[in-house]
Antibody, heavy 119, light 110 residues
Framework: EVRLVQSGAEVRKPGESLKISCETS????????IAWVRQMPGKGLEWMGI????????TYNPSFQGQVSISADKSNDIAYLHWGTLRASDTAMYYCARQRHGSSDFDYWGQGTLVTVSS | QSALTQPASVSASPGQSITISCTGT?????????VSWYQHLPGKAPKLIIY???KRPSGVSTRFSGSKSGNTASLTISGLQPEDEADYYC??????????FGTGSKVTVL
């Protein structure tokens, strides 16, 4: 069974760093792209970027380039989304999603991680 | 990279059909046969319901169908049911391993 299980809700202050995780199982991690998607409160889904564990390649939405970084631990089949400096505007729900092999859509999703950034 | 344009809300009575449009550009929707649609219920993870413009994943109701003409993709829900009440998002490949989501449409079953 394919599963993407995300880490729990986080509360941080502006300026702090944060790394959230997406632990995967049930499929070959190194042959699927993993994407991260943001949903700000009351807003729609936004594609942030995508990572290929097979070669550690990543592509980012220009709106998020330089603001976050995506990485993975291939030994444990975990994808990460990392902020070096959080802002209040980073408050949102974040989802990881698996890209279906050989296609360009996202067939399995994590349950979401709520990140709250507040002083 | 601008979001694809969807109507903010669509409503209809049970049993009726609705169509949600998703308008992009010749750089995304119009170039690639790679539009997907997601159903998003509150507090749940989004669910893939259409991929590659008009294909349905296994297990998705046949009441959901997708189509595309030029730069506009469409999702049709036939025989609307109360459990279809949700937010719906389109998503298109946009070259160089990038993607763009639609603005989202809230479907209300009257």
């Amino acid at each position: 069974e394919v599963r993407l299980v995300q880490s729990g809700a986080e509360v941080r202050k502006p300026g702090e760093s944060l790394k959230i995780s997406c632990e995967t199982s049930g499929f070959r991690f190194t042959t699927h792209w993993i994407a991260w998607v943001r949903q700000m409160p009351g807003k729609g889904l936004e594609w942030m970027g995508i990572f290929y564990p097979g070669d550690s390649g990543a592509t980012y939405n220009p709106s998020f380039q330089g603001q976050v970084s995506i990485s993975a631990d291939k030994s444990n089949d975990i994808a990460y989304l990392h902020w070096g400096t959080l802002r209040a505007s980073d408050t949102a729900m974040y989802y990881c999603a698996r890209q279906r092999h050989g296609s360009s859509d996202f067939d399995y999703w994590g349950q979401g991680t709520l990140v709250t950034v507040s002083s | 990279q601008s979001a694809l344009t969807q109507p903010a809300s669509v409503s209809a009575s049970p049993g009726q059909s609705i169509t949600i449009s998703c308008t992009g550009t010749s750089s995304d929707v119009g170039t690639y046969n790679l539009v997907s649609w997601y159903q998003h219920l509150p507090g749940k993870a989004p669910k893939l319901i259409i991929y590659e413009d008009n294909k349905r994943p296994s297990g998705v109701s046949t009441r959901f169908s997708g189509s595309k003409s030029g730069n506009t993709a469409s999702l049709t829900i036939s025989g609307l049911q109360p459990e279809d009440e949700a937010d719906y998002y389109c998503c298109s490949y946009a070259s160089s391993a990038t993607y763009v989501f639609g603005t989202g449409s809230k479907v209300t079953v009257l």
